[in-house]
């Protein structure tokens, strides 16, 4: 495992639409374990493969800041979501300073697959709803600041 440069705001690698994966190898897994040592020691709750200079569709989570798991999704997909839940979030590759209210689903079902090939299709609530729409955006080009919330 290796620590990888996190992006930062402005490149344009972060601004770019993320390519499927269509080959779970090596290379891949190498970097879901860079990602994971790259997002623990910046304190982080997630991270996008373009947030460490990669265009691929993976992502990891840590669903609950105060445990270990981290969960691995390579080719993510939101295929539900419903209500609504708003509160400050904070990037990685995003200056402090622009912390901001965005609006999320309060729940929604994602479909993905895991290191080895398997495929999932779960639930997830508050938190865990808000991380994973955080990062898949990031697959899309989209940083939260874009989605800045304005209501009361």
């Not at 304190?43 to 969960?71: C, H, N, Y």
């Not at 539900?80 to 995003?94: D, H, P, R, Y």
């Not at 309060?106 to 398997?118: A, F, H, P, S, V």
Request: proline share 4%; charged share 35%; aromatic share 4%.
């Amino acid at each position: 495992m290796a620590l990888r440069n996190i992006f930062k705001e402005g490149e344009p690698i972060l601004r770019r639409t993320a390519r499927e994966v269509t080959d779970i190898d090596d290379r891949v897994k190498t970097l879901l374990d860079d990602m994971k040592e790259t997002m623990i020691k910046a304190d982080g709750v997630g991270l996008a493969a373009p947030q460490v200079g990669v265009s691929k569709r993976i992502v990891i989570i840590k669903p609950d800041p105060d445990e270990d798991e981290i969960v691995e999704m390579i080719n993510p997909v939101v295929s539900e979501k419903s209500g609504v839940q708003v509160g400050v979030e904070g990037c990685l590759s995003v200056d402090s300073s622009k912390n901001c209210k965005v609006a999320r689903p309060m729940r929604l079902k994602i479909d993905y697959t895991d290191r080895n090939g398997t495929a999932h299709s779960e639930y997830a609530l508050g938190f865990k709803a808000r991380v994973i729409c955080h990062e898949t955006d990031h697959l899309d080009g989209i940083l939260f600041i874009d989605k800045e919330y304005r209501g009361k």
